[in-house]
């Protein structure tokens, strides 16, 4: 798919643009010498297959294709991205439901929005040149605009291709119906997001309100099956002892830490459908360490999480750095793994609290996945299932089972290693595997 596109940028520039032309696109410098087909041609053959992804992101960007093939490439990339199933049976559902209702709101950025989607024309160069918009861009101005009565919405859908699309096509198509961009008063955009959000919910999943971006909600598509039901607001971690903390204002949710303040992290940003990555919590940490060396601010964020591991559990320090060194260059872009996460916090010790105390206050590790899909990992020394005197303890063990039934009916996904499993020989190899079939199941890259 790329290697024509790629070669047919030698049009682009003259002979010494090409190194600046593959730089911009990922691609190393090309030889000296040859044509500059040949040039860019060997550029091109030089790029590992683990980085055309991202050299096709960047030509999508800088030197978009036609929209046919715009289209084939991106359904590629998302082949390996996070996104629900939504069967064609409930598409043709939700276009019924939106029959009766206004496709949009500004019809300007509708256009925009079905532009970058759908293929509208099949002679794009006429569109381009200033032609009279024919095919299907024509079509829509005619009986979508001009005649709203003409097409209902089930034609509509049938026309762009909807109900064949891929099933990341499809999201962002209703993510896009529901953005302020297209319907500018958020009255309106809720009304729609209800108005499909009934046809959805019958194939689990749903548009739900993630994140905010000028005064106006956000909706993404999310699966209803393994994802909990809000946003996260306080992400309190690395902190092995109880913390010191208060609201400084209950209304905003404000969270305080009062003493050690050094010995606990509270992560205060907005975390949105695409989870928490590494760069993002690296971001984070320089800014709020004053860290402006990435380099710097990546090694001393790594020493700050592992030195809030248990000293008493060489199993959990094994784990954390097994996920580091299994996965290395790949990991800025992967899920942060976040040690010691505190789920509930009561003011209260159990011992105050009685028979009502939570059982489970904090996670050994968490990992926020796109989707919305949170993931446990605990690592279970003897003091799961056993008293201090190394006895099965049966009162013991069935706490930490109802805890995690807890934990899963609240959209947690919970996964558990013994110690004595990361304390063998191919405990590294082990864990590695683990977390790749993990993002495999969530089609997280780890490219």
């Known amino acids: 798919m790329l290697e024509p596109l790629v ?121 381009l040149l200033g032609g009279k918009p024919t095919g299907l861009r024509a079509e829509i101005q005619q009986h979508v605009h001009r005649n709203s009565e003409d097409w209902s919405s089930e034609v509509l859908f049938d026309k762009l291709g909807a109900y064949e699309a891929s099933d990341r096509r499809f999201a962002l198509f209703l993510e896009g119906l529901a953005s302020a961009n297209v319907r500018p008063d958020e009255a309106a955009q809720r009304h729609f997001v209800a108005c499909v959000n009934e046809p959805l919910r019958s194939c689990g999943v749903e548009l739900r309100e ?125 899920p942060a793994l976040l040690p010691e996460v505190w789920l509930h916090w009561d003011p209260r010790t159990v011992k105050e609290r009685g028979p009502d105390a939570l059982l489970r206050f904090r996670m050994d590790f968490l990992l926020l996945l796109p989707q919305g899909v949170r993931v446990v990992i605990e690592v279970d020394g003897k003091h799961h299932y056993a008293d201090s005197k190394g006895s099965a303890d049966a009162q013991r063990y069935a706490q930490m089972v109802k805890a995690d039934r807890e934990l899963k009916l609240a959209g947690y996904e919970v996964f558990r290693f013994g110690a004595a499993e990361l304390q063998a020989n191919s405990a590294k190899m082990d864990v590695k595997a683990f977390f790749k079939a993990l993002f495999k199941r969530y089609r997280v890259s780890t490219n």
């Open 7 to 127: 070669a047919a940028l030698k049009d682009a520039g003259t002979h010494p643009m090409l190194p600046t032309i593959c730089g911009e696109l990922g691609m190393p410098a090309p030889a000296s010498d040859g044509s500059k087909r040949e040039r860019m041609t060997a550029s091109f053959d030089a790029v590992a297959d683990t980085d055309l992804p991202a050299v096709a992101r960047k030509l999508l960007v800088r030197h978009p294709p036609s929209a046919a093939t715009r289209n084939q490439i991106q359904d590629l990339l998302w082949t390996d991205s996070s996104c629900p199933p939504i069967p064609k049976r409930h598409r043709r559902e939700v276009a019924r439901r939106l029959n009766s209702e206004n496709l949009y709101g500004d019809a300007r950025r509708f256009d925009e929005l079905l532009e970058s989607l759908w293929i509208l024309d099949a002679d794009d160069w006429m569109h």
């Open 210 to 334: 993630t994140d905010a971006e000028g005064g106006y909600p956000v909706f993404s598509l999310v699966s209803l099956l393994a994802t909990a039901k809000g946003r996260p607001k306080n992400l309190i971690f690395a902190s092995p002892e109880k913390p010191d903390l208060r609201f400084r204002d209950a209304l905003d949710n404000d969270v305080e830490i009062v003493t050690n303040a050094d010995k606990v992290l509270v992560y205060d940003r907005p975390i949105g459908n695409d989870g928490l990555r590494w760069n993002d919590l690296q971001q984070w940490w320089g800014e709020t360490e004053q860290i402006f060396d990435a380099t710097q601010a990546k090694r001393s964020l790594y020493a700050r999480l592992k030195a809030s591991l248990p000293s008493n559990s060489p199993p959990q320090t094994l784990l954390f750095d097994a996920f580091f060194e299994g996965f290395r260059s790949a990991v800025p872009n992967l």
